[in-house]
């Protein structure tokens, strides 16, 4: 199903948008050594209900928290739980809200205090190849323009792009059609129209890019180990340039109230 948005529906869209971007920065302000997990995956669950909405990822394919919050070698999927988050770690959390018949979605990696410099790589060259991706979300440009974008400045970093999860649109249901990999050939895929809404999502590993699943059935791990970051963005793409319907404003401005 690949359903074009109204202006009406990308309004309501933008609520959901704003109200995820809201609860991650919510969660990063919460970010520390020695805060657990189950913490962080509270708080936005009460400020999601506060807000009028409900978490869309609480019971999605029977999925048990609103949050995915995934540390260091863990990509995406992972467990909130007691684990107390120590300084040096990176913590990936992602969040979706259901408000007015739409979905939000978008997740932003966290550093934990004083992380080291190959870290703040990791996350500043995930971040950006997110933006990246954006700038090909252009109508008229394919589906295979924002993965070869993404998937071309990850590997110029010697870094590696996942290839078992992807991006995707998203609406009244919060995976809907197309799925926007973030690796491709440019000119390849689907064509983009305004009024498509979708999720630009990178999970860039420092290592190699293979993972699997853990025996919770979700978390995703690295095969090797090594550190992974994901961010995600809603984008809507126009006859201009993209509209970026989340935003990372309300976390790296730490004077904006919630
Ligand atoms: N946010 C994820 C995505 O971007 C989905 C979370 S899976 C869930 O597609 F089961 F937790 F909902
Ligand atoms: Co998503």
Known sequence: MLKLKTEEEVALMK??????SKTLALVGR?????VTTRELNDAAEEYIRANGAEPSFLGYNGYPYALCISVNNIVVHGFPSGYRLKEGDIVSVDCGTKMK???????????????SEENKLLLEVTKQSLYKGIEAARSGNRIGDIGHAVQQY??????????????HGIGRCMHESPEVPNYGVAGRGKKLLPGMVICIEPMVNAGKKEVYILD?????????????????????????????LSTFEFIENKNVEL
Request: hydrophobic share 40%; proline share 4%; charged share 15%.
């Open 15 to 20: 609520e959901n948008a704003i109200l995820v």
């Open 30 to 34: 919460m970010v520390a050594p020695g």
């Open 101 to 115: 018949g739409f979905n939000g979605d978008s997740a932003y990696t966290f550093p934990v205090g004083n992380i």
């Open 154 to 167: 990850v590997e110029g970093y010697g870094y590696s792009v996942v290839r078992e999860l992807v991006g």
């Open 216 to 244: 919770d059935g979700w978390s995703v791990t690295t095969r090797d180990m090594r550190n992974s970051a994901h961010f995600e963005l809603t984008v809507h793409i126009t006859e201009g340039a993209p509209e970026v």
